[in-house]
């Protein structure tokens, strides 16, 4: 049974919970981030723009009152394991109580263990596209983790992602299905239909799910470069095997253009917007014309520009990149950015904002959308995947 804030329990035993306590595990779904929440939802901004900037006076003596936000931001926004990296010396870590302590730590203990079998299926599929001579990129999940935080479990993550050219769907499909995945995604009509109205494919095995990317988003009027991403991909060392990444501007597009459609839906985690943070962060400073101009040819500059200005608004985190400011002509105000990713009836505020955004109209925007929807539902609507 959850607590208020939306935490599952966990297993006594993590290192020997079975199969089927780990799929039971990956199913759950987890909590809306902003319905119903215990405490006010600038409180949550609030830690973590303090958090961000480690700034501890920020909180002054509300330092109390926010461990209800932690707890939040732990079970809602999966920023448990980021702030146990993170809490060691930190001035908002300071009074904390032992229960939110001890909540953090719990965190960071499944992360663990989630990161070690994500890395024993990510072996599993190194060796078979070794074999099969079938390139892949790792995105997000422990890529991520590493890459912006320093540590495979410094990050919150349950499923591994990886991307595969659009030409190698196929082949890469039958190779997850011979190591024993199971596609959750339903494909009304057949996979190849489906793969037009999708941008990923959901997997399972041992409990550990898999997103199978092929491109990064199927919006109408939208061309993303994938080829230019596999060309520029870059390696890095995750746990001591060598993997291969998107490089730096093409992992925080991938990142700003996940955040456009969680917004939209209005369901975004706050979690990405502090890895699209840490992403720009480590962006050279005279790289954001190239950056913007590149996004430009493929139909998402004004989507990333959207979603920077609500990412920098809501968190109060302009000033300390003012280069990212000017490039995206300016921010809203922070009560317009957090007005904008809590609920609306219907969620018609987001949908407005992100019909704004696209580089296409609304009639044809609208007729994408109806065309698109049963093929999109049956692929990633937890209510119609299939069941192991």
Request: proline share 6%.
């Amino acid at each position: 049974m959850r607590s208020s804030t939306g935490c599952w329990p966990l297993p006594d035993h993590l290192d020997t919970a079975t199969d089927g306590e780990w799929k039971g595990m990956a199913r759950r779904r987890p909590p809306h981030p902003w319905r119903d929440l215990p405490c006010g939802h600038d409180d949550l901004f609030e830690f973590v723009h303090a958090m961000l900037r480690d700034d501890g006076d920020s909180l002054g003596e509300t330092m109390r009152a926010s461990d209800l936000a932690i707890e939040v931001l732990v079970a809602r926004h999966r920023l448990g394991p980021l702030l146990a990296s993170r809490m060691p010396g930190a001035g908002w870590s300071t009074g904390l109580l032992p229960t939110t302590v001890e909540l953090i730590r719990a965190a960071r203990e499944r992360q663990s263990f989630v990161a070690e079998r994500c890395l024993g299926l990510l072996g599993i599929i190194d060796a078979e596209c070794g074999m099969a001579g079938l390139p892949f990129l790792v995105v997000k999940g422990p890529a991520m983790a590493v890459r912006c935080y320093g540590d495979i479990a410094a990050r919150g993550y349950w499923d591994l992602d990886v991307m595969v050219r659009e030409s190698d769907r196929a082949a890469m499909q039958s190779l997850l299905e011979r190591i024993g995945a199971f596609r959750l995604s339903r494909t009304p009509l057949g996979a190849s239909l489906s793969a037009r109205f999708n941008h990923a494919f959901d997997y399972e095995r041992d409990g550990i799910k898999l997103d199978l990317h092929w491109c990064m988003t199927r919006l109408p009027g939208v061309r993303c470069d994938d080829e230019g991403a596999f060309a520029g991909a870059e390696a890095i060392d995750l746990a001591g095997r060598g993997v291969r990444v998107l490089s730096l501007a093409d992992e925080l597009h991938f990142i700003l253009v996940s955040a456009f459609a969680d917004i939209q839906r209005g369901y975004l985690r706050l979690q990405t917007f502090i890895d699209a943070w840490e992403l720009l962060r480590r962006m050279p400073s005279d790289d954001w014309a190239e950056f913007f101009a590149r996004r430009d040819r493929e139909g998402t500059g004004r989507i990333c520009r959207e979603t920077l200005r609500v990412l920098l608004a809501s968190l109060r985190l302009g000033k300390s990149v003012p280069a990212i400011v000017e490039a995206i002509g300016g921010c809203a105000s922070p009560e317009v950015a957090r007005q904008l990713l809590l609920p609306s009836p219907g969620g018609v505020r987001g949908k407005r904002w992100a019909v704004s955004a696209l580089p296409v109209g609304p009639a044809r925007y609208a007729a994408w959308w109806c065309a698109s929807l049963p093929f999109r539902v049956a692929a990633s609507h937890p209510a119609w995947r299939r069941r192991c």
